[in-house]
């Protein structure tokens, strides 16, 4: 998905409503957008489980919507180059004609979730960051998104001409290596549930489960089994100490992942978390775990050390790239009436 370069976002010059969402695992989230300015209205979140299939979920929320969409932007958690589109960490699959049979909305455009990431970060500001590391941001230099929710993504945004181009892929399936003996029980015993140790099994919610897991196995000693929440919960607020380990050992991995796809892609434009997880554990990421790990790159570790590392905390921002998405798209079809987005 390429990107205009401009002062500020603006719709087609039409009033025109169309939905957007932000399809994930564990979570949809859905709201309006008016194409006038972008803004968005009757934000809704709900989990994924409660509806059998995205049609459901899409016709539950336009039941409660006063106005009537003309189209429709989906932020999926999966590749979305097939026909049948199917979520790689849930049981929906689902077509762009199935949809728009379903629902009745004409025009419907599939983009991957974190593609829509990566639209979003020329509109975020301030507010909508937390800062993890300091660095000199090369405002034109290539940009990475990398997040861990209920899976692990991964997109960029790349200067093409004076436009920028968002780059969707799926490095969450990039091959887990352990780099310590704690790594390595880790990698064994998840190898032995699962075979091939993706990122994305270390790097989810589930992943922290099975660290956290692995690591009481190892320790011989009593343990429970416990939910990402509950283990997040444990270290960030109570000091749990297998909690604790467990967290440390996520955020090292998270680190060392981050700064691995920053080199490969001279991310010198900034690395951005995002996903459900790295909100919810800002005392970690800022403990000084993250920072070390993501600069400990032998040679290059100057070069990581200047660039920028935020978390994303605007629990909109898929939407927003969605919305980009989509008036981007609009602007391709009707050349005189289009969509600007800053740098």
């Not at 049609?55 to 006063?66: F, K, P, S, V």
């Not at 049981?91 to 004409?106: D, K």
């Not at 981050?258 to 996903?275: C, E, F, Q, T």
Request: glycine letters at 12%; one cysteine or more.
């Amino acid at each position: 998905m390429i990107l205009e370069e401009g002062q500020k976002p603006q719709g087609s010059g039409r009033r025109r409503w169309f939905l957007v969402g932000d399809i994930g695992g564990t979570h949809t989230r859905f709201a309006l957008c008016d194409s006038t300015d972008l803004s968005l209205s009757g934000f809704v979140k709900n989990q994924t489980g409660e509806f059998p299939t995205l049609e459901a979920a899409i016709n539950d929320y336009l039941g409660g919507c006063r106005l009537v969409p003309t189209g429709a932007c989906l932020a999926i958690a999966a590749p979305v180059d097939r026909d049948v589109v199917s979520l790689t960490n849930a049981h929906w699959a689902f077509s762009r004609e199935g949809m728009v049979a379903a629902t009745g909305i004409g025009e419907i455009l599939l983009v991957n979730d974190f593609e829509a990431q990566a639209l979003a970060l020329p509109l975020l500001g301030a507010a909508d960051l937390a800062t993890i590391c300091t660095g000199a941001l090369l405002p034109h230099a290539p940009k990475v998104v990398v997040g861990p929710g209920t899976g692990f993504g991964v997109a960029s945004l790349v200067r093409s001409g004076p436009r920028r181009e968002a780059i969707a892929g799926e490095g969450g399936h990039i091959t887990f290596g352990a780099t310590n003996e704690a790594e390595y029980s880790i990698l064994n015993a998840i190898a032995r549930e699962t075979g091939h140790v993706s990122i994305e099994r270390v790097l989810s919610g589930s992943g922290i489960e099975r660290i956290h897991k692995a690591l009481g196995e190892a320790s011989g000693g009593q343990f429970a089994n416990r939910s990402a929440p509950e283990i997040v919960r444990l270290a960030e607020e109570e000091g749990d100490a297998l909690a604790r380990r467990t967290l440390d050992i996520f955020v090292s991995v998270l680190a060392r992942v981050a700064g691995d796809i920053a080199l490969a892609l001279g991310a010198r434009g900034g690395v951005y978390l995002a996903g459900g997880i790295p909100p919810r554990i800002l005392k970690t990421l800022r403990s000084g775990v993250f920072e070390k790990a993501f600069r400990n790159k032998g040679r290059l570790s100057n070069y990581l050390a200047d660039i920028p590392v935020n978390v994303v905390t605007a629990p909109d921002a898929g939407l927003r790239g969605a919305a980009a998405a989509f008036v981007t798209a609009d602007h391709s079809r009707q050349p005189d009436q289009g969509a600007a987005v800053p740098r």
